[in-house]
């Protein structure tokens, strides 16, 4: 079983519909990162969160500690927003290691 | 700019050759790492560099070798290229700050490496 598991692994949306997608972890972490990479393109980090709750324009990334869950929410989303999201951690009292998710591929049509 | 470049963009090897890919910052990170990405399969750290000086292995360091030639460049060499060494390389270069959420965490472009 992977330590880093996502959820869809595919997800298509109409325009202006509200995403959200999952993230789990089986493993103690220090802090945990969403990415976003378009197709054919680079690596791009949204948020680094360590607790609690972040926001940039229409994105909000949330995690649980306890529960070792994490959320990407797109409100208000727009087909420039297709690409994968790719959740990563790093494992606590670990060096700078990240493990990652396979990633969630989205589609959002006009 | 300022971000992390890596070259070559595109090569394809035959079997057996060597190249090397080359990945510089320009940010004073200390951390620079060297991922491979398969389809399917999430990113996989091949090395990583936690400061000037030092190297370490990641999952997949066979068939790899790096060098942490200063604070701004880390490159990963191919010794003998083979098939199963074909696919996606990105480099990237991290700083652990002390100011909350100031994590930063940075890609290059990727470097697709076709071997035959």
């Known amino acids: 079983k992977n330590e880093v598991e996502q959820s869809p692994q595919n997800l298509t949306a109409q325009e202006g519909e509200f995403i959200t997608i999952n993230c789990s972890y089986s493993v103690g972490i220090s802090a945990l990162h969403w990415l976003q990479q378009h197709p054919g393109g680079g690596i791009v980090s949204l948020f680094m969160?360590?607790?609690g709750k972040k926001k940039h324009g229409r994105l909000i990334a949330t995690i649980n500690i306890q529960e070792k869950h994490s959320s990407l929410h797109i409100t208000a989303s727009h087909p420039r927003d297709s690409a994968v999201y790719i959740c990563a951690v790093k494992r606590r009292g670990a060096t700078n290691k990240l493990i990652f998710g396979t990633g969630t591929l989205l589609a959002v049509q006009p | 700019n300022a971000g992390v470049t890596q070259t070559p963009k595109f090569q394809v090897l035959k079997t057996g050759q060597s190249m090397t890919l080359q990945c510089a910052q320009d940010?004073?990170?200390?951390?620079m790492y060297w991922y491979r990405q398969d389809p399917g399969m999430g990113l996989r750290l091949i090395y990583y560099s936690a400061s000037e000086g030092t190297t370490d292995k990641g999952e997949v360091p066979n068939g790899y070798n790096v060098s942490r030639l200063n604070k701004r460049e880390f490159s990963l060499r191919l010794e003998s290229a083979a098939p199963s060494q074909t696919s996606v390389y990105f480099c990237a270069s991290s700083e652990m700050r002390q100011a909350p959420g100031a994590n930063v965490l940075t890609f290059g472009a990727g470097s697709r490496l076709t071997v035959l």
């Open positions: 940010m004073n990170h200390n951390s």
């Open positions: 969160l360590s607790s």
